[in-house]
């Protein structure tokens, strides 16, 4: 547990916190919230910074741009509002304020109904007990607000909802609850994975928006402990009742995060490829990677990876000339080449296929084939392609050698 006075000094420590304070001096009572103070109290430095006004967040928002800069984004209808201050400031680039509020879920796993409400009502419809504390920002000696036993449990290490219908009312927070249990190396408090499973049984994740779990799997995925996550996932079943087409397979996951850095592949979009490939011929899995709204290039490279990497990875196993493999690997997206790199597809063709072959090109042009007399047509073309085969392959070197090889394939053609 820590003095008021080594609580101070960690919330100073923040970057820009000496000015945010300063800049809320006049505002109504600010706190510093969730992940911030979980943080803090374990000696990391937060990646962003949580602030709880209870009263007018916009205004409080105002209050700190004036005199930090940055725009203002306010989000009217949840009462929070987000500013960015500019990079050269040093400061946190995202500061999000939040008016306390409680929260009433109508319909199990959509967004919720929010009203005002003090402090202590605002940390009690949080998720987890580690994530329901506050530090007063303005006081001269901030003091921790820690209600619902937070600090216990971070010092014992547990993941501990703060009321039985958590999961049901925000199913979302299965995946959260996975992703700070191996972030931290923490457990699910015991109470806790019974009420997971329980909403897991009763299919509580289906009733979350693709987009809503968009964002809570990638942030899962995104973790250096993401296998170990995923593992986690597969446990508690969490996989297939977020849609029957994921096969949670933590060692691939693993592999797909590693072969991700060597192929240039996205390290998430390659994890997410990995949950699929499995199962891809399980129906849904192509609407559910739409229904995550992920952006359309991601959702190709995904669905194409997931499809692609186990033909992929059998054909690289076998013998390949190099025209053959570029055809092959030609087209295909990094996260594919990951995925059957992960699948054990030997690293030396697929290394020598980014690092050389894909780059390879004819020092001559279709201009060069007319200008030697051939009429333009689609033969010259594929005379073009036959040539660019036979280079790869060590067949002909020079400018000279490729002309002559061209004309002779295009005027045979
Ligand atoms: N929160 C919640 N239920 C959710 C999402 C968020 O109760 N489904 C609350 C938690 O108190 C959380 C805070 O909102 O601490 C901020 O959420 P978020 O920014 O997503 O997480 P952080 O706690 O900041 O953690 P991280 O380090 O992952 O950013």
């Excluded at 990391?44 to 209870?54: F, G, S, W």
């Excluded at 994740?205 to 899962?220: H, I, Q």
């Excluded at 446990?235 to 397979?249: K, N, Q, T």
């Excluded at 092959?328 to 290394?351: K, M, T």
Aim: charged share 25%.
């Amino acid at each position: 547990m820590l003095t008021e006075r080594q609580l101070a000094e960690r919330v100073g420590a923040i970057p820009g916190m000496g000015r945010i304070a300063a800049a809320l001096a006049d505002a109504p009572p600010c706190y510093l919230v969730g992940g911030a103070v979980r943080d803090l109290l374990l000696g990391r430095l937060p990646a962003d910074v949580d602030i709880a006004v209870e009263g007018d967040a916009e205004e409080a928002a105002r209050l700190l741009a004036a005199e930090l800069g940055g725009t203002v984004e306010p989000h009217r209808r949840f009462g929070t509002a987000t500013i960015a201050p500019s990079a050269a400031t040093g400061l946190p680039h995202e500061i999000n304020l939040a008016g306390t509020r409680r929260e009433t879920y109508q319909v199990p796993g959509a967004l919720p109904e929010v009203e005002p409400a003090p402090l202590s009502e605002d940390l009690r419809r949080r998720d987890f007990t580690v994530n329901a504390m506050a530090v007063d920002l303005v006081a001269r000696q901030p003091a921790l607000h820690d209600p619902l036993g937070g600090c216990d449990d971070l010092a014992a290490g547990l993941i501990r909802v703060l009321h039985p219908r958590s999961f049901e009312d925000d199913p979302t927070r299965l995946l959260r609850a996975v992703r700070y249990a191996v972030r931290l190396g923490f457990a699910l408090e015991p109470g806790t994975e019974r009420l997971a499973r329980a909403a897991v049984a009763a299919g509580a994740p289906a009733t979350v928006s693709g987009g809503r779990v968009a964002d809570e799997l990638l942030d899962l995925l995104a973790e250096a402990e993401a296998p170990a996550g995923v593992a986690l996932m597969r446990e508690l079943g969490l996989d297939v009742a977020l849609c029957p087409a994921l096969a949670a397979d933590a060692d691939l996951v693993a592999g797909a995060q590693l072969a991700a850095g060597e192929t240039g592949a996205d390290p998430v979009l390659a994890a997410l490829a990995a949950l699929l490939c499995r199962r891809a011929e399980v129906g849904g899995a192509a609407g559910w990677v739409d229904r995550l709204e992920i952006g359309a290039a991601a959702r190709d490279a995904v669905l194409r990876a997931a499809a692609s990497a186990p033909e992929l990875a059998a054909r690289l196993r076998g013998p390949l000339a190099p025209s053959a493999l570029r055809r092959l690997l030609d087209g295909e997206p990094a996260e594919a080449l990951a995925l059957a790199l992960a699948l054990g597809a030997p690293g030396e063709p697929v290394l020598d296929y980014l690092g050389r072959l894909r780059h390879v090109r004819l020092e001559i042009d279709g201009a060069d084939l007319v200008a030697a007399g051939v009429e333009p047509s689609p033969a010259l073309g594929r005379a073009l392609d036959a040539v660019l085969e036979r280079k790869l392959d060590g067949e002909l070197g020079g400018r000279d050698a490729e002309l002559a090889a061209a004309l002779a394939a295009a005027r045979g053609a």
